[in-house]
């Protein structure tokens, strides 16, 4: 296979493609080659992006990809970057005549998704927002809007809990933690930790699920959850353990904070770590995110809230979406293990009871599942997908979400509300699949 640098604008395709209509294939031009085949693959791209053309011939003795008369005698593909107009030709030629024939990238068009967001704006739904969009390759559109820039650091509220989880299962990965041994075996290298018997049957699975039985958001909750520099982790999750059960564990679904509270203890317990060094060693280096994801500064926050307390940029957040998108791959590197990404976005709450989930009244059929850190959508919240679509909402708009059917993910960042995210994600996500479909 051929690869090249970026080629130049098509603009002298126009007469070539005209002198091809008396050659492409059963013209008069007899004896000339014969071009069976020429495509491009994919179809639709993003500009900048790579594509293959590939193409078989007949009785050639030259041929020229159009623009810039690149000689490809001999070979029957080459990859290279898409300009800006997605048009490309390839001349075949002998001693009897030539023939010309074209093949055309659609390239993506997300300027609909920036009006969308101009109009969130303008109208005062939302003061600012930051967006970024990519597959499995890497970005696809970013914008800023109003008061948020692109690579500010804005408040995650839940959509901390996406993150959280996948630090947590790299230590599953490296043996260090089971996701179906009681958390309490754990807990005991810890000779002061009272872990009463009531909880004794508590996984970490249940912890990152919301199975627990532990409180809700729905419930009182421990103070602990609220202090991060008046406490410390142990100390929460000690007072979280100490705590009432509000079901048996492992039979309802309650969603909060306290439960990943307890869990991120015991990652840092098994690990020798503090949570903020074991979540930049095993999961901000490898992506490269350089602190534009942050649970706060160890210096002072000693409790960080894993399950509501992060910030990141829109952009830095992807990356963690690419993770997911590519089985626990980033860039050709090893993040999680295929096997944790499948626990991850498996359904863990099919049959059980809801005591608690934070979507509106008018929202509660939306999201019918629950995976470790992430809701599934319904179906028919993304027509024109096959899905499945998971996603992890915060209390001040945050919306991440990853389409496995067309293998692309979305992060948008705002300062509002769940329901104004949730909105807005609905005004996007047709924009984006439409794009990506084609339809």
């Not at 948008?412 to 996500?429: A, F, Y």
Request: with cysteine; net charge negative; charged share 15%.
């Amino acid at each position: 296979m051929i690869r090249l640098p970026t080629l130049r604008r098509l603009s002298f395709l126009l007469p070539l493609l005209l002198l091809s209509a008396c050659g492409s294939g059963r013209s008069s031009n007899a004896g000339a080659p014969v071009i069976e085949s020429f495509s491009a693959s994919p179809a639709r791209v993003n500009a900048g992006r790579e594509v293959t053309l590939s193409w078989r011939v007949r009785d050639a003795d030259r041929l020229l990809l159009l623009p810039g008369n690149i000689d490809v005698t001999g070979t029957n593909e080459i990859s290279l970057p898409v300009t800006d107009n997605g048009a490309f030709a390839l001349q075949a030629s002998n001693e009897r005549g030539s023939r010309t024939q074209p093949a055309t990238v659609v390239l993506y068009d997300w300027r609909a998704v920036g009006d969308a967001l101009d109009s969130a704006v303008s109208a005062g739904t939302i003061d600012g927002a930051s967006f970024a969009l990519i597959d499995r390759d890497g970005p696809l559109y970013t914008a800023e809007r109003g008061d948020i820039a692109l690579n500010q650091m804005v408040p995650l509220a839940s959509a901390s809990k996406l993150p959280t989880v996948m630090a947590i299962l790299t230590l599953v990965d490296t043996g260090q933690l089971a996701l179906d041994r009681p958390v309490g075996d754990y807990l005991a290298r810890d000779a002061g930790f009272d872990w009463p018997a009531d909880k004794a049957a508590i996984t970490l699975r249940m912890l990152l699920a919301h199975t627990a039985g532990f409180v809700g958001l729905g419930d009182t909750q421990p103070d602990c959850l609220l202090l991060e520099r008046l406490s410390t982790l142990r100390d929460c999750a000690q007072a979280i353990a100490k705590t009432t059960l509000v079901a048996a564990p492992g039979s309802a679904f309650n969603y909060g904070g306290a439960d990943m509270q307890v869990a991120a203890y015991v990652a840092t317990l098994v690990s020798g770590e503090d949570w903020q060094d074991l979540f930049a060693g095993r999961i901000g280096s490898p992506l490269g995110l350089g602190g534009l994801l942050s649970y706060g500064d160890p210096a002072v926050v000693s409790n960080p809230r894993v399950a509501g307390g992060a910030v990141a940029s829109a952009p830095a957040y992807a990356r963690l979406l690419r993770v997911l998108l590519n089985d626990g791959l980033y860039d050709g590197r090893r993040v999680l293990s295929t096997a944790m990404v499948s626990e991850l976005l498996r359904n863990q709450t099919t049959g059980l009871p809801v005591l608690y989930q934070p979507f509106p009244a008018d929202r509660t059929t939306d999201y019918p599942g629950y995976g470790l850190g992430v809701f599934i959508s319904a179906p028919r919240l993304h027509p024109g997908s096959s899905g499945p679509e998971y996603s992890d909402p915060g209390l001040f708009g945050a919306t991440p979400w990853i389409d496995l059917g067309l293998g692309y993910g979305g992060v948008l960042l705002i300062e509002s509300t769940t329901d104004v995210g949730l909105d807005l994600w609905d005004q996007l996500r047709p924009l984006v699949i439409r794009q990506l479909t084609g339809t």
